[in-house]
């Protein structure tokens, strides 16, 4: 990258300066510089639908609920009610890893699918949906069944949840459905919301078996991809921390079941379930607070968080012990990979919190974000929760159930007094809070919603950063241009890179792929000297 000073208007300009008038006067309002330096945050466009004709790296709604939030739990067999189409990416194509438990059960592996043909389309397709879901039972005996519609079953009106009910009776198991048609929302976050509703009205808190611990907590927003929660497991377990749950990385519907004897919710991924912790707070009396698994420095701040809100010296000391005991791996890498990756750059566009993570990774390793966004975010993962209230509910929100959660009439117990929780907003653990990530990206540096593939193209022509981080849909076209891509969606075949294991796996993967020279050799077949192929006749 050249050392010219970055003037990001500039870029702006340049990124839109070949749209259609209309088409650029939209994509400008996705596009702002950061406000790290305590400079006013400017208000980006998110959560807003994508402008026909552009290739966006979106997901869809179905693909929100069914492979993200309900996908990596193990023991609930998730059954897509649509045509193979869809159900190709009900085989989870992320790498939520599992530990199938003692009871073996793990049906995260399968890929269970209706297959709606033509003739269930015309003539309806809710017999065959019972015979799935008998079947599914008869092979597996699942703990619960989980069912999700596609766009074909929300134009033809299959009552999907008349079917769970009656197949919930027969069979005598939790069965639910999601309307979770790929149409619903602008993007996957429509479909967060869907199952986080599901979960909470038929999963959590149906099992009232206390559960043993001194400090139980519930993580919120963790997939397991690439192994993350293991090593999340494993720290907590060392400071003395009881997880009941994680929604849903290494997850049962057990444990889903129970979390409601949580003290603590933490939010990792506050995109894809704040509303199941805004809900357990709502009935259960469980305060929430941000946390970040991901960097060295942020895993320690976050489990000093959760101690000071335990307000246990026992805690406390424990948890820096254990930080004391895991520091020193890291500095010895950190020592030994910084003065290579000191002052290189990256971009980051991925999910609806990650791209923010993962800029505490980078920052350890000295490496500056150049341009960061999120796919599905909303303008409170850009601007921070302050922003909520401003917030305009458009129809494309209203297309989704808001659930009317009332205080349990004998299970509401609030954690923490109004006093307890001011005093705790002085030691610096505010509940229900989290800042969003251009307050935190410099002003020298953009942030973009909803990127399309030209633009990313564009990008990375005018910024030419050493290293990009994003999704399969834009690996190939990456690596074509000669550059590094880090899959941050699967990680490709790396991690776990949360906590403190995972943060010296990340230096070691990052210092390989920004100083490894086989990305200056590509080359595309028209910028090669010689013929573009040769061949010759080797018989007659
Ligand atoms: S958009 Fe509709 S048709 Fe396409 S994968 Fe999603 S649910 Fe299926």
Redesign the pocket.
């Known amino acids: 990258m050249s050392s010219k000073p970055i003037n990001v208007e500039e870029i702006k300009k340049e990124l839109i300066a070949k749209m259609p008038t209309k088409v650029a006067r939209k994509r400008a309002k996705a596009i702002v510089p950061g406000a790290g330096g305590g400079e006013e945050i400017p208000e980006i466009q998110a959560n807003v639908r994508t402008i026909p004709g552009i290739i966006t790296q979106r ?5 929100g609920c069914k492979g993200v939030v309900l996908g990596p739990s193990r023991d609930i067999v998730n059954l897509t009610h ?2 193979i ?2 159900g190709f ?1 009900s085989w989870l194509t992320r790498r939520n890893e599992t530990d199938a438990g003692p009871d073996g059960d793990n049906f995260i592996p399968y890929c269970f699918s209706t297959d709606m043909t033509e003739h269930d389309i015309v003539f309806g397709g809710m017999k065959k949906l019972s015979a799935a879901i008998q079947e599914a039972y008869d092979n597996f005996h699942p703990k619960a069944i989980s069912v999700f ?4 079953v929300g134009l033809i009106g299959d009552d999907i949840h008349a079917v769970a009910r009656q197949m919930q009776e027969k069979l005598g198991i939790t069965v639910f459905a999601n309307s ?4 619903r929302g602008v993007s996957q976050s429509a479909g967060h919301h869907i199952a986080n509703n599901q979960i909470m009205k038929h999963i959590i808190g149906t099992n009232d078996t206390p559960v043993e611990g001194k400090y139980k907590i519930n993580i919120l927003g963790e997939y397991n991809i690439g192994g993350d929660a293991f090593e999340i497991e494993r720290i907590l377990e060392k400071c003395g921390i009881t997880l009941i749950s994680t929604f849903s990385g290494n997850s049962t519907v057990e444990s889903f079941r129970r979390a409601h004897f949580a003290d603590l919710n933490t939010v990792m991924c506050h995109r894809s379930l704040n509303y199941v912790a805004e809900m357990m707070e709502t009935k259960f009396g469980i305060p929430w607070i941000k946390v970040n698994f991901i960097g060295a420095h942020a895993t320690a701040k976050s489990l000093r968080r959760i101690a000071t809100y335990f307000e246990d010296q026992d805690l406390i000391d424990k948890v820096e012990q254990v930080i004391a005991e895991e520091m020193p791996a890291i500095e010895a890498t950190i020592k030994d990979i910084r003065p290579r990756t000191e002052g290189k750059t990256a971009m980051m566009f991925v999910g609806g919190s990650r791209a923010h993570h993962y800029q505490e990774l980078f920052g350890e390793l000295g490496m500056k974000v150049l341009c960061a966004g999120y796919e599905f975010a909303h303008r409170d993962d850009y601007e921070g929760r302050h922003v909520l209230p401003k917030i305009k509910v458009d129809a494309d929100s209203r297309n989704i159930e808001e659930l009317e959660v009332e205080k349990d009439a004998t299970r509401y117990n609030p954690r923490k007094t109004p006093e307890q929780l001011e005093a705790l907003k002085a030691k610096g653990v505010e509940v229900k809070d989290y800042d969003g990530m251009i307050g935190q990206m410099s002003k020298d540096a953009l942030i973009i919603d909803d990127i399309s593939q030209y633009e990313t193209e564009k990008i990375i022509e005018i910024m030419k950063p050493d290293i990009f981080c994003a999704g399969i849909k834009e690996k190939y076209i990456i690596q074509k241009m000669g550059m590094p891509m880090k899959q941050l969606h699967n990680y490709d075949i790396g991690g776990p890179y949360a906590g403190f294991v995972g943060a010296v796996n990340w230096y070691r993967d990052i210092d390989r792929m920004v100083n490894s020279k086989i990305w200056a050799l590509t080359k595309a077949p028209w910028q090669m000297e010689g013929p573009e192929l040769e061949a010759s006749y080797v018989a007659e």
């Open positions: 997901g869809c709604t179905y693909a649509g045509p189409g869809c990416y519609s596609t766009c074909p979770c048609e790929g149409y």
